[in-house]
Protein backbone atom coordinates (compact mmCIF):
# COMPACT_ATOMS: atom_id res chain seq x y z
CA UNK A 1 0.00 0.00 0.00
CA UNK A 2 1.56 3.08 -0.96
CA UNK A 3 -0.36 6.62 0.58
CA UNK A 4 -0.52 10.24 -0.42
CA UNK A 5 -1.29 12.85 1.47
CA UNK A 6 -2.89 15.98 0.58
CA UNK A 7 -4.59 19.49 2.35
CA UNK A 8 -2.22 20.95 4.38
CA UNK A 9 -1.52 24.46 4.61
CA UNK A 10 -1.42 27.42 6.06
CA UNK A 11 -4.94 28.87 8.42
CA UNK A 12 -5.72 31.33 10.84
CA UNK A 13 -7.25 29.99 14.35
CA UNK A 14 -10.67 29.34 14.30
CA UNK A 15 -10.33 28.02 10.41
CA UNK A 16 -10.20 24.77 8.54
CA UNK A 17 -8.79 22.27 6.60
CA UNK A 18 -9.73 19.19 5.06
CA UNK A 19 -6.90 16.66 4.77
CA UNK A 20 -7.22 13.65 2.04
CA UNK A 21 -5.10 10.70 2.00
CA UNK A 22 -5.28 8.50 -1.55
CA UNK A 23 -4.04 4.86 -1.38
CA UNK A 24 -2.63 2.76 -4.31
CA UNK A 25 -3.48 -1.02 -3.76
CA UNK A 26 -5.93 -3.76 -3.75
CA UNK A 27 -8.77 -4.06 -0.90
CA UNK A 28 -8.43 -0.89 1.01
CA UNK A 29 -11.38 -1.53 3.10
CA UNK A 30 -9.28 -4.78 5.06
CA UNK A 31 -7.21 -1.62 6.21
CA UNK A 32 -7.39 0.45 9.16
CA UNK A 33 -6.81 3.90 8.52
CA UNK A 34 -5.30 6.59 10.83
CA UNK A 35 -3.92 10.05 11.10
CA UNK A 36 -1.00 10.57 13.38
CA UNK A 37 0.87 14.15 13.62
CA UNK A 38 4.33 15.22 14.34
CA UNK A 39 5.14 18.86 15.65
CA UNK A 40 9.10 20.41 16.04
CA UNK A 41 10.30 18.54 18.75
CA UNK A 42 8.13 16.39 19.46
CA UNK A 43 6.71 12.82 19.03
CA UNK A 44 4.39 11.20 16.42
CA UNK A 45 0.83 11.40 18.56
CA UNK A 46 -2.60 9.64 17.12
CA UNK A 47 -4.76 11.78 16.21
CA UNK A 48 -7.53 9.49 14.76
CA UNK A 49 -8.46 6.18 13.14
CA UNK A 50 -11.07 4.61 11.14
CA UNK A 51 -12.22 0.95 10.89
CA UNK A 52 -11.74 -0.30 7.75
CA UNK A 53 -16.12 -0.24 7.16
CA UNK A 54 -16.19 2.99 8.36
CA UNK A 55 -18.16 1.96 10.32
CA UNK A 56 -16.24 2.81 13.70
CA UNK A 57 -13.74 5.89 14.24
CA UNK A 58 -11.42 6.81 17.36
CA UNK A 59 -10.34 10.26 18.25
CA UNK A 60 -7.54 11.49 20.71
CA UNK A 61 -9.52 13.83 23.35
CA UNK A 62 -7.63 16.97 22.23
CA UNK A 63 -9.36 16.85 18.47
CA UNK A 64 -12.53 15.03 19.54
CA UNK A 65 -15.24 17.62 18.57
CA UNK A 66 -13.58 18.89 16.31
CA UNK A 67 -11.66 16.51 13.74
CA UNK A 68 -13.82 14.35 11.78
CA UNK A 69 -12.33 11.00 9.96
CA UNK A 70 -14.14 9.84 7.33
CA UNK A 71 -13.18 7.19 4.12
CA UNK A 72 -14.77 6.66 0.83
CA UNK A 73 -13.67 2.91 -0.02
CA UNK A 74 -14.29 3.22 -3.85
CA UNK A 75 -12.19 6.02 -3.77
CA UNK A 76 -9.77 4.96 -1.88
CA UNK A 77 -8.93 7.61 0.25
CA UNK A 78 -9.72 8.75 3.59
CA UNK A 79 -10.34 12.29 4.91
CA UNK A 80 -9.50 14.67 7.87
CA UNK A 81 -11.83 17.46 8.45
CA UNK A 82 -10.20 19.88 11.03
CA UNK A 83 -12.38 22.35 12.18
CA UNK A 84 -11.90 25.18 15.06
CA UNK A 85 -8.27 24.83 14.10
CA UNK A 86 -5.91 25.82 17.55
CA UNK A 87 -2.54 26.76 17.35
CA UNK A 88 -1.18 23.89 18.89
CA UNK A 89 -2.72 21.56 16.10
CA UNK A 90 0.57 22.71 13.79
CA UNK A 91 2.37 20.02 12.51
CA UNK A 92 3.32 17.74 10.52
CA UNK A 93 0.01 15.41 9.47
CA UNK A 94 0.66 11.88 8.47
CA UNK A 95 -1.57 9.14 7.39
CA UNK A 96 -1.22 5.32 8.13
CA UNK A 97 -2.70 2.23 7.16
CA UNK A 98 -3.15 -0.79 9.59
CA UNK A 99 -3.71 -4.66 8.46
CA UNK A 100 -6.58 -4.68 10.68
CA UNK A 101 -10.49 -3.75 10.05
CA UNK A 102 -10.30 -2.40 13.72
CA UNK A 103 -9.28 1.22 15.02
CA UNK A 104 -5.89 1.25 15.62
CA UNK A 105 -4.67 4.04 18.26
CA UNK A 106 -0.84 2.70 18.74
CA UNK A 107 1.56 3.84 16.40
CA UNK A 108 3.57 0.57 16.34
CA UNK A 109 0.27 -0.85 14.07
CA UNK A 110 0.44 0.80 11.35
CA UNK A 111 2.77 -0.95 8.64
CA UNK A 112 2.64 1.46 6.09
CA UNK A 113 2.72 5.48 5.93
CA UNK A 114 2.55 8.77 3.46
CA UNK A 115 4.96 11.27 3.45
CA UNK A 116 3.47 13.65 5.96
CA UNK A 117 1.62 17.03 5.33
CA UNK A 118 2.21 20.58 6.94
CA UNK A 119 -0.67 21.98 8.63
CA UNK A 120 0.54 25.79 10.32
CA UNK A 121 -2.36 27.38 12.69
CA UNK A 122 -1.46 31.00 13.47
CA UNK A 123 -2.54 32.63 16.14
Known amino acids: VQLQASGGGSVQAGGSLRLSCAASGRAFSWYGMGWFRQAPGKEREFVAA????????NYADSVKGRFTISRDNAKNTVFLQMNSLKPEDTAIYYC?????????????????WGQGTLVTVSS
Open 96 to 112: AAARTRAVPTVLDEYSY
Open 50 to 57: IAGSGGST
